[in-house]
């Protein structure tokens, strides 16, 4: 045992803010690294704020179990960014689905989801487009109010500190370990964490590793504002190149469009992230009159702004859309975490806490525990 174990978090996204209030509350000496201005300013804020609960992955039922306890860890960690006042549903399209009615309610009946016959209003969705539509219990979360809880826990604890404009461009994996900073600061830790997310292979490259293949997408959400938009829903249809419509977390009248197909601009399969080019006109528009097919309600809808983020995946998944949450041992004392899901975070916090721990890397003394 050593006192007060010194871990360096690399990435001042969701995961890596999760991870840092874990290792915190169990005793840890944590420092994030930011490059960028702010936190949580990447796909911890451009993302479809859903708490995934698994109906998302009919044809992989090992990511939809995982995104179910995922869901629950992380409303019961960051409760009141938890928005579940709203009716959520899922639908199989008449045609083109890669899913059928019958497939998809076989599957979640192995995945123990709830499934009840409904329909939204007409005004909402085309029902001659649908074979089936159920209402599901999945909830969203509020973005803003997510990152306020996660800056209060980080500042209220006295062993966690976030650094921004701090970009790594040197990682030494020998113990201890030696993080160079651009500004030329070397940094010492016993533990060092890469949350980067897209960056992931970049920053593992400076471990000297090689880390396989992913896939880079650009991808584009259009923020869209209805001024009586009646109580609030989110619809998503399934299993193909079709889209979905999902309040904006609690604001009022506001949804994210996203379609399968139009909002990915541009696509990659790379060890390391890409230099995007240019998003030529405005696709966002192309993609809005495409998904008022489906969802008539786009028509009186008000077209407010576009989200542009960089999705990282799994590449070669297309058979099953699997989305797996990994925790990789780069060297000892060295990790690397990946997930294409916000909602497993707390669950890999709690992993990474415990994987210290069985490494023997540990706080002298009791643990003060992690909330769970």
């Known amino acids: 045992m050593i006192d007060a174990p010194r871990v360096i978090v690399i990435g001042g996204g969701i995961f890596g803010l999760t991870a840092t ?4 509350e169990a005793g840890y000496d944590v ?4 490059r960028d201005d702010d936190v949580m300013s990447g796909a911890s804020f451009v993302n479809q704020n859903r708490l995934h609960l698994g109906y998302h992955y009919p044809r992989s039922l090992a990511t939809a179990r995982e995104t179910i306890l995922g869901s629950r860890s992380f409303s019961e960690y960051y409760g ?9 549903y899922y639908a199989i399209a008449a045609e083109g689905s890669r899913t059928s009615p019958e497939a998809f309610a076989a599957f979640c009946d192995a995945a123990n989801l709830p499934l009840e016959p409904a329909w939204p209003p007409s005004d909402v969705v085309d029902r001659d487009r649908l074979a089936a539509c159920w209402r599901t219990p999945e909830p969203i979360f509020d973005f803003h109010e997510l990152r306020r809880i996660v800056i209060d826990r980080v500042v209220a604890n006295p062993l966690a500190t976030v650094r921004r404009r701090a970009q ?7 113990e201890p370990h030696r993080v160079t900073l651009r500004s030329g600061e070397v940094l010492e830790a016993d533990v060092v964490v890469n949350a980067t997310y897209a960056q992931i292979r970049n920053i593992e490259a400076l471990f000297g590793r090689r880390g396989g293949d992913l896939e880079f997408e650009l991808c584009l959400m259009a923020v869209l504002s209805h001024a009586d938009p009646g109580p609030p829903f989110g619809v998503t ?11 904006k977390g609690r604001e009022r009248g506001r949804f994210l469009l996203y379609d399968v197909e139009r909002s990915v601009l541009q696509r990659l399969v790379s060890p390391v992230a890409p230099e995007w080019g240019h998003v030529v006109g405005f696709p966002e528009l192309e993609m809005i009159e495409s998904c008022s097919e489906y969802f008539p309600i786009l028509r009186a809808m008000h077209f407010d702004q576009s989200l542009v983020t960089t999705r990282t995946v799994i590449p070669y998944r297309d058979h099953d859309d699997a989305r797996p949450t990994l925790l990789e041992t780069v060297a000892p004392g060295v990790f690397s975490i990946f997930s294409g899901k916000l909602t497993t975070c707390v669950t890999l916090a709690h992993q990474l806490v415990d994987e210290l721990a069985l490494a023997g890397i540990a706080p002298a003394g009791p643990m003060t525990g992690v909330a769970r």
């Open 80 to 88: 009141a960014a938890t928005v579940h006042e709203l009716v959520t």
């Open 31 to 34: 420092v994030v690294l930011e």
């Open 168 to 174: 790594v461009v040197g990682i030494d994996v020998d």
């Open 21 to 24: 209030i874990a290792l915190a």
């Open 237 to 247: 249809i399934m299993d193909g190149p079709f889209g979905s419509l999902v309040p």
